[in-house]
């Protein structure tokens, strides 16, 4: 299993507790993004830089997934294409995309993208803070148990 990071948009605090867990669990963890994103040198822990553009990060991490892997993405259309190709996919907010919740995100993303279109001031997900960090520590942590498992 590899985890791959879509590192344009990964909070620090991210980074950071997915640098460890790397270690700590010996799973590789692949940071891919359009500018250098500043990693630890190890074993565990790479970085792939992918040209300027837009999603190139996110066809990059779809073209080197394999089922079972494990993607870090806020990005709904990227999280549903994974779910497709037999991966998982984990918001830095700690919340595991499924089978069951990931048509709904995608209807409600298109829904906010409507209401934007027509000049509606939606604002944006709320402030990383302490529990965001804590919960996806906490749901890596279990992605992670239940992967290795058996």
Same mark, same amino acid.
């Given at each position: 299993?590899?985890?791959?990071v879509? /590192?344009?948009? !990964?909070?620090? @605090?991210?980074?950071?507790?997915? !640098?460890?867990? /790397? #270690?700590?669990?010996?799973?590789?963890?692949?940071f891919? &993004?359009?500018?250098?994103?500043?990693?630890?040198?190890?074993r565990?822990?790479?970085?792939?830089?992918?040209?300027? +553009?837009?999603?190139?990060?996110?066809?990059?991490?779809?073209?080197?997934?394999?089922?079972?892997d494990?993607?870090?993405?806020?990005?709904?259309?990227?999280?549903?294409?994974?779910? #497709?190709?037999?991966?998982? /996919?984990?918001?830095?907010?700690?919340?595991?995309?499924?089978?069951?919740?990931?048509?709904?995100?995608?209807?409600?993303?298109?829904? %906010? #993208?409507? %209401?934007?279109?027509?000049?509606?001031?939606?604002?944006?997900?709320? @402030?990383?803070?302490? &529990? #965001?960090?804590?919960?996806? &520590?906490?749901?890596?942590?279990?992605?992670?148990?239940? &992967?290795?498992? +058996?």
């Open positions: 299993m590899m985890i791959w879509d /590192a344009d948009a !990964c909070p620090v @605090a991210v980074r950071t507790i997915l !640098c460890r867990a /790397a #270690e700590r669990r010996r799973v590789k963890v692949s891919v &993004a359009n500018q250098p994103v500043q990693v630890p040198r190890s565990w822990i790479g970085m792939v830089r992918v040209a300027s +553009g837009f999603d190139e990060a996110d066809h990059e991490i779809v073209r080197r997934l394999s089922p079972g494990l993607v870090i993405t806020a990005d709904i259309p990227l999280a549903a294409e994974v779910l #497709e190709r037999g991966g998982h /996919a984990l918001t830095p907010r700690g919340e595991l995309f499924t089978g069951e919740n990931i048509r709904a995100r995608l209807n409600m993303r298109d829904f %906010m #993208e409507t %209401m934007r279109a027509s000049g509606v001031v939606t604002g944006g997900p709320g @402030a990383f803070g302490q &529990a #965001e960090r804590k919960a996806f &520590a906490d749901e890596l942590d279990r992605f992670l148990t239940r &992967a290795t498992a +058996g």
